[in-house]
């Protein structure tokens, strides 16, 4: 599999197309409506777009997502099945604090739960940084998609609406508990880590 970052809005939030050799491709999740690069990418490497998949429903992850569904009417949006009112409730999708202007998805959507298959991707639930925030694995690649709820060193907010602590702890423990240390962790606003490097350091402040 390939992963190649994006960023489609003024927040900088991480996107990341993944591929595999047939060319079928996801995009997690859309801060911003700045996609001409994802067009043109995906355009010139002859990609098929069959899967959008959202970690969480806050702004700065799915606020380009119309624009995106436009473009590809036949890929299936995902989000966690916690998480549907998140599209249509801006004071739970912060858009009006994070981009200045409310946002509403409204066309059709999945819901997804622990265990369920996305494609080559294992839904994860990782509650903690919202109620219904998902990673997801792909165990042959070793590739982790965190969104908001592991970064390089450090984690997601808990104190957003949805939001709590001792829920994102236990899911920070979990995925070190159930993946491989050599497990790639792409997320939502920092460099890429691994697994290793994250169970070292939050063993290291006592976290888990």
């Given at each position: 599999m390939k992963v190649k970052r994006f960023h489609t809005g003024p927040f900088q939030t991480n996107?990341?197309?993944?591929?595999?050799e047939n060319k079928e491709a996801y995009f997690f999740d859309c801060e911003g409506e700045s996609l001409n690069?994802?067009?043109d990418f995906i355009e010139e490497e002859g990609l098929n777009l069959k899967y959008i998949v959202l970690t969480h429903g806050h702004g700065d992850h799915i606020a380009g997502l119309t624009k995106l569904k436009n473009h590809y009417p036949e890929a299936v949006v995902y989000i966690g099945e916690e998480?549907?009112?998140f599209f249509h409730n801006p004071q739970?999708?912060?858009?009006?604090?994070?981009g200045g202007r409310e946002y509403v998805y409204e066309d059709s959507f999945k819901t997804v739960r622990e265990g369920d298959k996305v494609g080559e991707f294992t839904v994860m639930d990782t509650p903690g940084h919202t109620i219904g925030s998902k990673c997801f694995y792909n165990k042959e690649n070793k590739i982790?998609?965190?969104g908001d709820t592991m970064f390089r060193r450090s984690f997601g907010r808990s104190d957003l609406p949805t939001g709590n602590g001792t829920q994102l702890f236990k899911s920070l423990a979990k995925l070190c508990a159930r993946l491989p240390e050599d497990t790639v962790v792409y997320n939502g606003h920092m460099e890429p880590t691994t697994i290793g490097e994250e169970k070292r350091f939050l063993s290291s402040q006592g976290i888990i």
């Open positions: 996107s990341f197309l993944v591929w595999n690069k994802v067009f998480e549907r009112e739970l999708n912060l858009s009006p604090y994070i982790l998609i965190s």
